[in-house]
C-alpha cells in the first residue's frame, strides 16, 4: 500500500538561531515531510529520539497537535482514509 505524502513548508525564522547552521543562508523555508503507513499490529518499537506514543482518535490527534502544517496532513490522511484514496 502506497502511504499517502504531503510535502509542507515551515518559515525558517521559528526555527532556534542555533538550529540555523543546518540551512544556508538563502533557505527561506524549510520543508517539511509527512508520511503514513498501514499498521498491522499494535506493537510499535521506538528509535532513541522517540520516548511515547499512543494511538488515538482523529480529534485527539488534532488535539494534541500544535502546529498548523501537522494539522493539515492529518486532515488530508482522514480523507484519504475515508474516501480509500490511499
Known sequence: ???PMQVLVIPYKI???K???YWSADTFVLPEYCFSVNVASKSVKLSSEHT????????KANELLH????KVALF????RIKTNMF
Do not use: F, I, P
Open 67 to 70: 502546529w498548523q502544517t501537522n
Open 52 to 59: 511515547e506514543y499512543s494511538w488515538v482518535t482523529y480529534e
Open 1 to 3: 500500500m502506497r502511504a
Open 15 to 17: 526555527v532556534d538561531e
Open 19 to 21: 538550529h540555523r547552521e
Open 76 to 79: 488530508e490522511l482522514d480523507n
